[in-house]
């Protein structure tokens, strides 16, 4: 799935206030941590993340390889911190804006 800029935006403002819910600390990425994921998008489907991970490469590296496990989309990132946007497979909650 592919957002516009104006989605994007939407879903980084919807992000502001939230806090992180899940933690990705010096175990790096486990499975418990992705199927605890995947049930915590699909409940909530915009989340933020708490990576306590090395430096910034190891940080960025472990952004990318948790966002392509569980298809979610990288809305916005702020220094340890990843907000994360998947849609839920049934009765989606959040409603974007119409690209255009």
């Not at 799935?1 to 933690?23: C, G, N, S, W, Y």
């Not at 418990?32 to 590296?61: N, P, S």
Request: aromatic fraction near 4%; hydrophobic fraction near 40%.
């Amino acid at each position: 799935m592919k957002l516009t800029e104006r989605q994007k935006k939407f879903l980084r403002r919807a992000a502001h206030d939230l806090k992180p819910v899940i933690t990705v600390g010096d175990k790096g990425i486990t499975d418990a941590l992705i199927a605890e994921l995947e049930t915590t998008l699909e409940h909530h489907e915009l989340i933020k993340v708490r990576f306590r991970v090395g430096d910034r490469d190891a940080r960025d590296a472990a952004i990318e390889k948790l966002v392509s496990t569980v298809k979610a989309i990288l809305v916005s990132r702020v220094g340890n911190i990843a907000a994360l946007y998947r849609p839920a497979q049934e009765n989606p909650k959040i409603v974007l804006p119409k690209p255009g």
